[in-house]
Every structure is written in structure tokens, then in C-alpha cells.
């Protein structure tokens, strides 16, 4: 395509991000990546770029911290693919926020894609985004370069519905942390809203989504949330969720 590209994402677990770098990647130019997870940042963005947004499905919406985080990341006229990731539910009205949002600061959506990952509960599509997810992901960039190449920015009709439905919250279920903690800090340092005290334990359920990304990276297993209700729920979600479902790509 040529144009510089930059993947713009929130990903506490990495699963939004996969999608969007893959996808920014297959567009060709000169690839960027601009990370939101745990703070916001200003940029600006031409028409002679492209950006690809990326962001998890938080009950059907959008998660209202990556909202604030995007709120001084303007573009002018600069096309982009906007794509949500969500854990094999459904995406709801979270595509057609994502579209709303950064056409209002700039941006032309000129695709989308609604992206099946890993569910942060239970075992639900557990390693997706696999190979032939991001195989996917490419093949529709080359599609989206092809169509910016011909001089069509037109948006794509998005599933969705105005007003949204209620969402963007984070979960019920924080974690804990067992004996094996060695107080590196790292979950401190890394948590996206800042919800776990210097003490490497203490978990502030006012601020914290229940995103997991401090049992994901936890580096000897102290943050889980082996506990029977957490459990029960997981396994009960597992099971209405086991049907696999497709990526959806809209141009």
C-alpha cells in the first residue's frame, strides 16, 4: 500500500493486539504500533496514513477505559480498519461504537472485522487467535491496500444497533494471589487501570476490569482465581460456549 501504518490497541491480554498488528503488518508501508493499554497517549494522524484500531468486546461494548484512552487520538480524513475482538459470544454493538468513535475524531473506517480470541474465562477458543486466524487477517489487509489503491474510502455497513445496549464495564471476579508470590512487581507495574496495591496482593475491585492480565503474566503462578465460584461459572461458560464461531470481515 505504501502508506505509513500504525496499529492503535487496547490489549491487556494480547488478543486484540494480534489481530491488529497482523492486519497492520499485511498492509504494507512502514508499520508502527501505538499501545493503550495502560495509558493514553496524543497523536495525530494524516491522510497520506492508515491506522488500524484494535480493541476486546466488553459485554457487548466497547470497554469505556479504551474510549478514554483513544479520546486525543485524532485523525484528518486518515482511513483506517477498525476491528474488535470478543471470546466467541458476540461483539453486539461494540463494531458500530468503534466506527462511531473514530469517525467522529478523523478517521474514515474503510473496513472492519469483528475477531474471535481466547475468552479471559474458562476455556473458550482457547489459542485463538491461532495461525489460520491471522492467516485470515492478512488475506483481508491485501483486500483493504487493494481497495485504498483503487481510491475507495467508503465505509462498510456494520452490524450493530443506536442506541447501544448497556456494557463496557469489566467483570465480577478479581484475582487473588497465593503463597508462591516472590513480589516482583511486575503485576503492579503492568495492571492497565492501576488496581493493585505496592503490596503486590491487594486488589482494588473499584478500579479493577477483571481482564486476568496479571494471572497471564504472573511469573510464577501467584495471581489466580482457583476458587469455587469463579470455577463453577467458568466451566458452566465453557460449555455454552464451545461452538466455535467465524471471523467476520466487512468492506
Keep these: 500500500m505504501g502508506y505509513p501504518v500504525t496499529a492503535i490497541y487496547f490489549s491487556p491480554t494480547d488478543t486484540s493486539r494480534k489481530g491488529a498488528c497482523a492486519i497492520a503488518k499485511a ?65 453486539d454493538d461494540a463494531l458500530l461504537e468503534l466506527c462511531d468513535l473514530v469517525t467522529a475524531q478523523g478517521f474514515i473506517p474503510v473496513a472492519a472485522a469483528a475477531l474471535v480470541g481466547q475468552h479471559t474465562y474458562g476455556s473458550i477458543q482457547v489459542g485463538r487467535p491461532n495461525k489460520e486466524d491471522l492467516d485470515e487477517d492478512a488475506a483481508f489487509a491485501e483486500k483493504v491496500a487493494k481497495k485504498l489503491k483503487n481510491g475507495d474510502y467508503s465505509t462498510p455497513s456494520v452490524p450493530g444497533n443506536r442506541p447501544y445496549k448497556e456494557g463496557g464495564n469489566g467483570g465480577s471476579f478479581f484475582p487473588l494471589t497465593n503463597d508462591a508470590c516472590i513480589d516482583c512487581g511486575r503485576c503492579v507495574a503492568e495492571c492497565p487501570m492501576r488496581a493493585i496495591g505496592q503490596d503486590n496482593r491487594t486488589i482494588h475491585t473499584d478500579r479493577c476490569i477483571a481482564c486476568f492480565r496479571c494471572i497471564r503474566r504472573c511469573p510464577v503462578g501467584a495471581k489466580h482465581m482457583d476458587v469455587p465460584a469463579y470455577n463453577e461459572f467458568a466451566a458452566m461458560f465453557t460449555e455454552r460456549l464451545k461452538a466455535p464461531r467465524a471471523n467476520a470481515y466487512f468492506f
Excluded: H, M, W
Design 27 to 91: 498492509l504494507g508501508g512502514t508499520y508502527n504500533e501505538l499501545d493503550l493499554t495502560c495509558q493514553g497517549a496524543k497523536a495525530q494522524y494524516g491522510s497520506s496514513e492508515a491506522v488500524v484500531f484494535g480493541a476486546p468486546v466488553y459485554g457487548g461494548r466497547l470497554f469505556k477505559g479504551f474510549v478514554e484512552r483513544l479520546a486525543e487520538v485524532r485523525g484528518e480524513k486518515t482511513p483506517c480498519i477498525i476491528t474488535v475482538t470478543y471470546g466467541n459470544r458476540d461483539f
